[in-house]
């Protein structure tokens, strides 16, 4: 049978995404909502979390943007869980991973894969999808303060870390688009879709900058996959996958 979820945009490499099994919250760091705001603005609310049974935080890593600790103001939920990259510090509680570690929650089958900065990111199956959050995994090229070695030995580290998603299935990538590289912005973003072949790839992390996320998509439209530039805050998509595997989404 086909099977659906909705994802919808937070902030920076905030997303939401309701499954039929759980709602999967990847790298909010948002922070508290004030009166007023709810996920039509990208805010994470105690309404959005009692509208689903289950309830996933992920965080990739410890950068603020990335994390905020206001994700435990809901840890008093009995159907609330963490998943934390493995440099979170110890005082939050949640499942910590590593690289290669994996984990069943909430029906979802969780792998923790590569940074090639802080922590890890993180493949989730769940609900018949299949879903990656890069976190800040990334070719990280500081061409202007690097050294060749040092922009060498990066090629290097990340074309490693995404060797190791070769032949996974992945429905949907939220991947890093950096503007403050410059003109070579999008190239981990180009080689990652390259290599790991998501059907669906989400831009993240253009700090602000949604019209580097609108060109990315509208210069690589005719790549085989979709391209789903949410700009937005609260803005969401619905997808629907089919038992052949084809996705078809609606923005």
């Known amino acids: 049978m086909p099977c659906s979820l909705r994802i919808i945009y937070l902030d920076h490499s905030g997303f939401a995404v309701e499954t039929q099994d759980a709602l999967l919250i990847f790298d909010y760091a948002l922070g508290r909502p004030a009166k007023g705001d709810s996920v039509a603005n990208g805010f994470v609310t105690k309404e959005l979390i009692a509208s689903n049974r289950r309830t996933i935080f992920f965080a990739s890593h410890s950068h603020a943007d990335h ?21 979170l510090p110890a005082k939050y509680e949640g499942y910590r991973m590593s690289r290669g570690d994996k984990l069943t929650l909430c029906g979802a089958n969780i792998t923790a894969y590569d940074s090639t900065d802080e922590g890890v990111s993180f493949l989730v199956k769940i609900g018949g999808f299949s879903i990656f959050h890069a976190g800040d995994l990334n070719l990280w090229h500081w061409r202007e303060e690097s050294t060749v ?8 580290e990340y074309e490693q870390a995404v060797e190791r998603l070769i032949g996974q ?12 590289m410059g003109e070579l912005y999008d ?9 790991a072949k998501p059907r669906v790839f989400i831009p993240m992390h253009w ?45």
Request: avoid cysteine.
């Open 207 to 251: 700090w602000g900058r949604e019209d580097v996320a609108l060109e990315f998509a509208r210069k690589n439209r005719s790549w085989r996959g979709e391209i789903a530039a949410l700009v937005k805050r609260g803005q969401s998509m619905k997808a629907v996958k089919e038992d052949n595997g084809d996705v078809t989404i609606i923005i």
């Open 169 to 180: 299935e992945i429905d949907f990538a939220f991947f890093p688009l950096d503007p403050r």
């Open 67 to 87: 994390f905020n600790p206001d994700i435990y103001l809901f840890s008093a939920d009995e159907m609330v869980y963490y998943v934390l990259g493995d440099d």
């Open 149 to 156: 070695k040092e922009i060498e030995q990066a090629e290097r």
């Open 187 to 195: 190239a981990g973003a180009l080689h990652f879709m390259m290599h």
